[in-house]
């Protein structure tokens, strides 16, 4: 049997186990997609950042000199659980219903090519890059500062798990909706849907640029920091932070 064949007769068989209930597949599945990478990634992570082991993977932590706030953390599993298992279960009906409306499929007869499967991902990366942006430039205004988005930045130096420590509000229109919205605008095939769940941490960039609003932080020691690493020298030693040098 070919890769192909294989892999087509393993999405049936997650399909066919759920008894071909697209509503099953796109709420139960998308939210378990997302829910098991989240703490399966994070997990191990916060592992690293509280015992500082093994030493070979706490190198590469870019705040060495800010320390994890663990007096902090039950207030974060609070947080992200309370939006993980209460708030994302009713956003996740919208997500189906709108899926369903823009035709997005579930049969293992429809999987897309893998040229499909790049045009796809290629406008999700547009959709949330452009959504997530203008999401989170409202989200500074000062009202909505103060009374939703201060939450997210009580975490001065953030690890994996605050990606989601959130507020309700911003929950669902910052980090939910600039994610799901990109596969359903393009009608994508659920396959994708999850890929782009599993695939996708964070915007490009590339609005900040355009706009200007990264002026400050290209004058700082985490922008030359912040790119992708080729090699083994951990950025904070490639590019040290000149006030421990002093």
């Known amino acids: 049997m070919s890769s192909h064949g294989l892999f087509v007769d393993t999405w049936d068989g997650i399909y066919q186990l759920t008894g071909k209930s697209d509503v099953v597949m796109f709420c ?32 590469y932590k870019m705040q ?25 279960p ?20 429809d999987l897309p090519s893998g040229g499909r499967i790049l045009f796809d991902l290629l406008g999700c990366l547009i959709f949330v890059e452009v959504t997530f942006y203008y999401s989170h430039w409202a989200l500074h205004h000062p009202f909505l500062f103060k009374h939703v988005h201060k939450l997210h930045h009580e975490w001065t130096a953030p690890i994996g798990l605050t990606c989601i420590y959130a507020h309700p509000i911003e929950f669902v229109f910052s980090n939910f909706i600039p994610v ?46 912040h790119k992708i690493l080729f090699g083994t020298t951990p950025m904070s030693k490639k590019y040290p932070d000149t006030k421990t040098l002093q």
């Open 28 to 59: 139960l599945g998308s939210w378990l997609a997302a829910f098991v990478t989240y703490w399966v990634v994070s997990i191990p992570l916060l592992c690293v950042d509280l015992t500082h082991r093994p030493r070979f993977i706490y190198q």
């Open 180 to 225: 799901v919205g990109g596969p359903i605008v393009m009608g994508s095939h659920l396959m994708v849907h999850w890929m782009w769940f599993n695939g996708n941490y964070s915007a490009t960039g590339i609005m900040d640029w355009l706009h200007g609003t990264d002026a400050i932080f290209r004058d700082t020691i985490a922008f030359k920091r």
């Open 64 to 88: 060495m000199d800010k320390p994890i706030e663990v007096a902090k953390l039950k207030k974060l599993f609070k947080v992200v659980i309370l939006n993980q298992l209460f708030y994302a």
């Open 90 to 109: 009713p956003i996740a009906w919208v997500y189906y219903v709108s899926a369903g409306w823009r035709g997005c499929s579930v049969s293992s007869s």
